[in-house]
């Protein structure tokens, strides 16, 4: 079992020429609206209406991405703008051929997330995007936040899990059974962006 101390997590760029030359076989998230994002609430803050998150991201990669490297591109997922394959499209012209549901609902709780799934917003909407992408042939993470969420993800076939920042000893064990059937693992979001 693996508590959130001992469990690796996964680190997240903004900017990928910032990005050190041994960190590119890590396996690394790259969010760029999480630029600016400082403390321990940017998982929630990159959800905000306040940027274009999938227009950022696909203008970070623009500026080009190895295809060997291990950079997942954290899409969002709830993009009222753009269909799922227009965004999986656009990151197989820019190189990648990686992807993670983040920014992530798993970031909301209560009654704002019950109303945001009630909408079709919510975790059916991030494992469609999952689905779709393992189905053009990209491998993915998946931001879990609980046991179903977690279990479904690996029943399509992600590459490895990411563990909520809110993920408590329970979850963590429970997401590392469903992890040793994936390539990668199980992940947990850092404590803050730049952090581990």
């Given amino acids: 079992m693996h508590s959130p101390s001992t469990l690796p997590s996964i680190p997240i760029v903004t900017?990928?020429?910032?990005?050190p030359g041994d960190h590119l076989q890590s396996?690394?998230?790259?969010?760029p609206s999480c630029e600016g994002l400082g403390g321990s609430a940017y998982d929630s803050l990159v959800l905000l209406p306040i940027h274009d998150a999938n227009e950022r991201l696909l203008s970070e990669l623009r500026k080009g991405v190895l295809s060997e490297s291990q950079v997942f591109a954290g899409v969002f997922a709830l993009d009222p703008f753009r269909r799922h394959v227009d965004i999986l499209k656009a990151l197989e012209t820019a190189g990648c051929h990686r992807v993670v549901n983040f920014p992530s609902v798993t970031a909301i709780d209560g009654e704002m997330r019950a109303s945001l799934e009630d909408f079709g917003y919510g975790v059916t909407a991030e494992m469609n995007l999952l689905r779709t992408a393992i189905a053009k042939g990209f491998s993915?993470?998946?931001?879990?936040?609980?046991?179903?969420?977690?279990?479904?993800?690996v029943a399509i076939g992600v590459s490895g899990l990411i563990a909520a920042r809110h993920a408590n000893?329970?979850?963590?064990?429970?997401?590392?059974?469903?992890?040793?059937e994936t390539s990668l693992g199980l992940f947990r979001l850092p404590d803050a962006v730049g952090g581990t």
């Fill in 15 to 19: 900017d990928l020429a910032a990005l």
């Fill in 140 to 153: 993915t993470l998946a931001v879990v936040d609980s046991f179903g969420m977690a279990q479904e993800a």
């Fill in 27 to 31: 396996v690394t998230l790259c969010c």
């Fill in 169 to 180: 000893d329970a979850m963590l064990a429970e997401f590392s059974e469903l992890a040793h």
